[in-house]
C-alpha cells in the first residue's frame, strides 16, 4: 500500500490507523471546536492519527428550505482557526473548480470529491492538479472496479496522493449496502482506503432531520466487519447534539456512541493488523 505523508506527523497507509471524523457540516466555531477537542482525545487514546472532516457547503440537499453551509469566508476561518488551535490537518468536500481559487486550496490539507461528483472530470482534475491529497469518495452508483479510472484521471495530472473512501452501493430505494468486496477491490488498487461509517446508513430522501432517516443500529454490525478487513482507517461524522444537527441529524454520532463505536472498531483492527505480521 502506498505511504501518503500529509504532515511529519501523519502518515496515510503506514502502521498506525486514520480518524477521519466530524461534523457533517460546519455550523458554527462552537460545534466545531467542541467535536474536534472530543475527537483529537479520543484519538490519541485509541493510538489513531486524527484529521477534522466538516463539509463547509452541502449541496444536494433535498429542499432549498434545508441549511446548506456558511458563507465560504466564514467556513474557511473557521477551518483555519481548528488547524491552528488544535494542531490537526483538515479535510472538506469541493463541489466546483471554482471554490479552489477562492481560498479553499490554499487552507485545507486534504481536498475531497464528492461520491456523488466522482465522474465529474473538470472537478476532478482540477482538484488533482493543486498537489494535494485527494480523498475520492466511490460513488453509489459505480462499480468499485471503476474507481480506478478516476484515480487514473488524478494520477494523470502527476498526483499520486490519493485515499479511497467507500460509502456503500445504491440498494433499491432509499437503501446503501456495504460490500464488503468492494472495500478489497479498491485496495488492490494500491491506495488507503477507508470505510465512511455514517452516510452508508443514512436513508436519502428522507430528512435528516426523522430519526428514520438513518438506521444507526447496523454500525454494530457494519463497523466491526469493516475493520476486519485491514483498511487504512475509517471515516465517520460526529456531533455533540446530533438532534440539533443542521445535517445528517439521524446518522451522526454523539460523543457517547462514538467512543463506544470508535473504540471496538479501533481495536479489532489493530488486532487483524498484528495477525498480519
Same mark, same amino acid.
Given at each position: ?7 511529519? $506527523? ?17 455550523? $458554527? ?52 482557526? /481548528? ?78 496522493? /490519493? ?21 478489497? /477491490? ?23 432531520? $426523522? ?62 493488523? $498484528?495477525?498480519?505480521?
Amino acid at each position: 500500500m502506498k505511504q501518503i505523508n500529509l504532515t511529519k $506527523d501523519i502518515v496515510f497507509g503506514g502502521d498506525k490507523p486514520l480518524l477521519m471524523a466530524g461534523n457533517c457540516i460546519l455550523e $458554527d466555531r462552537e460545534t466545531a471546536f467542541k467535536t474536534c477537542e472530543f475527537l483529537k482525545k479520543l484519538a490519541a487514546e485509541l493510538d489513531a492519527q486524527y484529521v477534522f472532516k466538516a463539509s463547509y457547503k452541502k449541496d444536494n440537499r433535498s429542499s432549498v428550505e434545508y441549511f446548506t453551509g456558511l458563507p465560504l469566508d466564514q467556513a474557511l476561518r473557521i477551518f483555519e482557526e /481548528i488547524k491552528q488551535e488544535f494542531d490537526v490537518p483538515v479535510v472538506t468536500d469541493v463541489h466546483y473548480p471554482s471554490e479552489l481559487n477562492e481560498g479553499v486550496a490554499e487552507v485545507i490539507d486534504i481536498l475531497q470529491v464528492p461520491a456523488y461528483l466522482a465522474m465529474q472530470t473538470e472537478l476532478v482534475m482540477a482538484i488533482a492538479r493543486t498537489g494535494k491529497t485527494v480523498n475520492l469518495k466511490k460513488a453509489q452508483f459505480l462499480h468499485p472496479e471503476d474507481m480506478k479510472k478516476v484515480c487514473a484521471k488524478v494520477e494523470s495530472a502527476n498526483n499520486t496522493n /490519493i485515499l479511497l473512501t467507500e460509502r456503500g452501493t445504491c440498494f433499491g430505494y432509499r437503501d446503501m449496502v456495504v460490500d464488503i468486496r468492494a472495500l478489497q /477491490i479498491m485496495k488492490s488498487f494500491g491506495y488507503p482506503v477507508l470505510y465512511d461509517a455514517g452516510h452508508s446508513i443514512r436513508k436519502y430522501g428522507v430528512p435528516s432531520s $426523522d430519526p428514520k432517516g438513518g438506521a444507526k443500529e447496523y454500525l454494530d454490525s457494519l463497523m466491526p466487519a469493516c475493520a476486519a478487513v485491514d483498511l487504512a482507517g475509517l471515516f465517520i461524522e460526529v456531533h455533540p447534539e446530533p438532534k440539533r444537527a443542521l445535517c445528517d441529524a439521524a446518522s451522526q454520532l454523539d460523543f457517547d456512541e462514538a467512543r463506544t463505536h470508535l473504540t471496538r472498531y479501533f481495536q479489532i483492527a489493530r488486532f487483524v493488523k $498484528d495477525l498480519a505480521k
